[in-house]
């Protein structure tokens, strides 16, 4: 006898004993190996208890020796524990509250079946070992039709759930419901491995009373079989959906889910109120603009303005005289600063607009400076950018040529407000910029010079790298955040410079303006148009080449470039 203790869990009441409960299961060694000559062949036994549950298990002899047939039955009362310990079903949480556990205690186990039988024991040492628990006790006729009335009556209450569906039920699909599936739902089985389970196996040996006994158990037996052979699954037909009560509503939460985001790559078109509105205010911008020039024009008719007109023309002669002309640096100062500034308002909005850099630059000596590849182009350009205006001012004050771009009279300003109201009027003020500039344009050239210029190396010096880090009292005297807010207005103004530069060179004589600027003669030629066309198209080419392949290689020569 070998003894198997069950692994005991937590109790089913709150105090309880663990479940399930303390006791020893006692199972024969040579028990665990089938029986060789054993066969799925249910048959009716006595009208005992433990008959009752052995036939039950499914697992018969398939014939039956003459002279064990006459032979007494073993005990079965000894057998009867061991059995029913053995085929002890675990029970789970009841199906309703308050109930009992399901299933019910009276249901045979179903994997039963599909288990070889072990063989009962009595405690006598003449019972045979080797005679399996559901042996069929051949008798008379009479016995058998005798056994056949009970072992029905007690099979028939186990056989009739699995021969009405055949199919496990569980909890219900809303409150107060039968379980689901319904009763009446049959599951599609394989034919040919369902018929060799349900086939009886009728032994030319036993009488006909035990085969109309085994026939009455053989639903429940087979339907059993079927739900724990392996080789024949229940396949159910999922080609309709099973019939349900729907408990659950859309919400107004899914109709208003947002739409997910387009990709940063992906450029959003307006849409036509966008458009409209866009034609509107270009519309309204050219009235006002008409209007502007209706009401200037008819301001400069009145005869105290023809007066002002007269007293200040625009420009003033300057304290010093000055050479007339241009000289070749000028020319190319002008080249460089242009080719310059094109690039850093390019370089800057990128720095501005880049969110997460791909490519870095890592000074040497000094891992903690790591910034990205487009900031480094940025600030190198404006390092060339300081140091050809350095050289531009210190050129400015040798040769006397500062005395066109720094007001040396108080009349600078009533010329330049006479010059603003002429070029609203459509008037042009006469262009002597091969002698002198204006008063306007003279402010306009200072100021750009001496003052937006510096402004924008001290906030983007602030705002760098090169900024001393120690300097503390330095660092809260000027603090960081008054740079980042002047540096961007600074560079639109210089936008804004540059656009009204370019229209006032185009509106008031191109090709001798460009000659002023390009070729360094006053005449009328198509030689600084073509030199303007070629820096143009050196200016595109570096906007192009504006890239990490181009630029990496230039940026090793300077510090580490990396990427992320």
Do not use: C
């Not at 859309?250 to 307006?270: E, K, Q, S, Y």
């Amino acid at each position: 006898m070998a003894t198997r203790m069950l692994r005991r869990g937590l109790p089913r009441v709150p105090g309880g004993e663990p479940w399930p409960p303390a006791d020893a299961v006692a199972v024969d060694a040579a028990a665990a190996e089938p029986e060789a000559g054993a066969a799925p062949e249910p048959v009716a036994h006595a009208v005992t208890p433990a008959a009752v549950a052995a036939v039950d298990t499914g697992v018969t002899t398939g014939a039956v020796d003459p002279a064990r047939a006459d032979a007494p039955a073993p005990p079965t009362e000894a057998a009867s524990p061991a059995t029913s310990g053995a085929l002890r079903i675990r029970r789970g949480l009841p199906r309703v509250s308050g109930g009992e556990p399901w299933p019910p205690s009276q249901t045979p186990a179903a994997l039963a079946a599909a288990a070889p039988a072990p063989h009962t024991t009595t405690a006598e040492p003449a019972a045979e070992a080797a005679s399996p628990v559901s042996t069929a006790m051949a008798t008379a006729p009479e016995a058998a039709a005798a056994s056949t009335a009970p072992s029905s009556a007690v099979a028939e209450p186990e056989a009739q759930p699995a021969a009405a569906g055949g199919v496990r039920r569980g909890l219900p699909r809303v409150v107060g419901g039968d379980p689901w599936p319904p009763a009446d739902t049959v599951p599609l089985v394989r034919t040919a491995a369902g018929s060799a389970l349900l086939e009886p196996v009728a032994s030319e040996s036993t009488p006909a009373a035990a085969v109309e006994a085994t026939a009455v158990e053989t639903p429940a037996a087979a339907a059993t079989a079927v739900a724990v052979a392996g080789s024949a699954p229940a396949i159910a037909d999922v080609s309709t959906p099973l019939p349900w009560t729907r408990t659950v509503w859309n919400g107004r939460a899914p109709r208003h889910i947002l739409a997910a985001p387009a990709p940063a790559t992906v450029r959003r078109r307006p849409t036509w109120t966008q458009a409209i509105g866009v034609l509107f205010g270009a519309a309204a911008l050219g009235v006002l603009a008409g209007a502007a020039i209706a009401f200037v024009r008819t301001l400069l008719s009145f005869p105290f303005m023809q007066d002002f007109l007269a007293a200040f023309p625009g420009e003033y002669e300057p304290a010093i005289a000055v050479e007339p002309g241009f000289s070749p640096w000028i020319g190319w100062q002008h080249f460089f600063n242009m080719f310059l500034m094109v690039l850093i308002i390019r370089s800057g909005l990128q720095v501005r607009t880049e969110k997460r850099p791909t490519v870095f630059w890592t000074p040497r000596g000094n891992p903690k400076g790591k910034i990205s590849l487009n900031l480094w182009f940025h600030q190198s350009l404006d390092i060339l950018w300081l140091v050809n205006g350095v050289i531009f001012v210190v050129l400015l004050f040798v040769t006397g040529h500062w005395v066109r771009i720094v007001p040396t009279s108080w009349e600078v300003f009533p010329n330049a407000l006479s010059a603003a109201l002429q070029y609203v009027s459509f008037d042009w003020p006469h262009e002597n910029g091969w002698n002198n500039y204006n008063s306007l344009q003279q402010l306009a050239y200072f100021a750009t010079v001496f003052i937006a210029a510096p402004l924008a190396a001290i906030t983007g010096f602030r705002m760098s790298g090169l900024w001393p880090k120690k300097a503390e009292k330095l660092s809260k005297a000027y603090p960081v955040e008054w740079a980042r807010a002047l540096h961007f207005p600074i560079m639109l103004y210089f936008v804004a410079f540059i656009i009204a530069h370019v229209a006032l060179v185009m509106l008031t004589g191109f090709l001798r303006n460009l000659n002023h600027m390009f070729a360094a003669q006053d005449a009328v030629t198509w030689t600084g148009f073509w030199v303007f066309v070629l820096s143009l198209v050196v200016i595109a080419i570096a906007w192009v080449a504006a890239r990490p392949l181009v630029l990496a290689p230039i940026a090793k020569a300077f510090g580490k470039v990396s990427g992320r």
